[in-house]
């Protein structure tokens, strides 16, 4: 896992947030001044993770994913695709091409964390204090049965097995602690997942933190007609170009090719807690021509 930097609603707590999927800038030195909360902050969460692992409206979106994932999942083996959804090693996503089906079996690709999983135990940890990867290391490690199934996911994947697709994990987690991760999973309900077979993680090729490689791996196995995740690296790490700006980011994300993919075969899961956008500035977020002050 890679450390993160901290978003806007955890400053204001001064908590850090958790870690992502993909590579983002460095968490601040163990030594930086974090603002303390004040006692009405910290007689709650803060808001980010109110909203993703307690609220109803949550809930309701992630469930409503995971029924469009099941549905398309059932519908779009019905016809053999050509290709996979897993971009070819040479493609872009705005001149997308995909990696060829032939025979293979059918398979579905998701992240673990915030993705099938969320990660009750170490996010009240870190919404106290501040995110550590040591303890993070330790939580990969022994935190099986303090993470739940995200709504509808446990139903999302007998689904899916039951159309006969196998449910695959590609997560930043650490290959060195497999057992771990495949204890969690299973402890929150999802079955089977076996590293190298069925989950795949980082440590297992040179890639680092980007999961091209295990997912052209994947794809060299599976037909892999659906992908699923929280951050937009997993779907292609082109989208984690650090020379990208936030309005590239943006376009990117929201061009023709991408478009064409979004809840057909990716599927992008609701994160406000962390990710790359963190280091965006005022003016991505509310451009100049739109400012307005009151009288």
């Given at each position: 896992m890679r450390s993160l930097?901290?978003?806007?609603?955890?400053?204001?707590?001064?908590?850090?947030?958790?870690?992502?999927?993909?590579?983002?800038?460095?968490?601040?030195?163990?030594?930086?001044?974090?603002?303390?909360?004040?006692?009405?902050?910290?007689?709650?969460?803060?808001?980010?993770?109110?909203?993703?692992?307690?609220?109803?409206e949550a809930a309701v979106a992630v469930r409503a994913t995971n029924k469009r994932i099941a549905d398309y999942g059932v519908w779009r083996i019905k016809e053999r695709p050509k290709d996979s959804v897993v971009l070819a090693p040479?493609?872009?996503?705005?001149?997308?091409?995909?990696?060829?089906?032939?025979?293979?079996?059918?398979?579905?690709?998701?992240?673990?964390?915030?993705?099938?999983?969320?990660?009750?135990?170490?996010?009240?940890?870190?919404?106290?204090?501040?995110?550590?990867?040591?303890i993070w290391d330790q939580w990969e490690k022994t935190g099986a049965g303090k993470a739940v199934a995200m709504p509808g996911t446990v139903e999302m994947v007998t689904r899916l097995r039951a159309a006969g697709i196998t449910v695959i994990a590609n997560?930043?987690?650490?290959?060195?602690?497999?057992?771990?991760?495949?204890?969690?999973?299973?402890?929150?309900?999802?079955?089977?997942?076996?590293?190298?077979e069925t989950l795949f993680l980082m440590g297992d090729d040179a890639g680092g933190s980007s999961k091209d490689?295990?997912?052209?791996?994947?794809?060299?196995?599976?037909?892999?007609?659906?992908?699923?995740?929280?951050?937009?690296?997993?779907?292609?790490?082109?989208?984690?170009?650090?020379?990208?700006?936030?309005?590239?980011?943006?376009?990117?994300a929201t061009s023709a090719g991408a478009t064409a993919l979004w809840d057909k075969g990716w599927f992008l899961f609701p994160n406000p807690v962390y990710g790359p956008w963190e280091k965006l500035g005022w003016d991505d977020a509310f451009p100049s021509d739109k400012h307005w002050e009151p009288k």
């Open positions: 930097t901290l978003t806007a609603a955890l400053l204001l707590a001064g908590c850090a947030s958790a870690p992502a999927e993909v590579a983002t800038a460095p968490a601040p030195p163990p030594d930086a001044a974090l603002p303390a909360p004040t006692p009405a902050e910290a007689a709650k969460p803060p808001v980010a993770l109110q909203y993703l692992y307690g609220s109803p040479d493609a872009t996503v705005e001149a997308p091409a995909f990696e060829p089906c032939g025979d293979k079996p059918f398979g579905a690709v998701f992240d673990a964390d915030e993705t099938l999983i969320w990660n009750l135990g170490p996010m009240r940890h870190f919404a106290r204090s501040a995110y550590d990867p040591k997560t930043n987690r650490s290959a060195a602690n497999a057992k771990g991760s495949e204890d969690t999973l299973r402890a929150a309900g999802l079955g089977e997942f076996k590293h190298g490689g295990r997912r052209a791996t994947i794809a060299s196995r599976y037909c892999v007609i659906i992908l699923g995740g929280d951050q937009l690296g997993d779907f292609s790490q082109q989208f984690n170009d650090k020379d990208l700006l936030a309005a590239q980011r943006m376009a990117l």
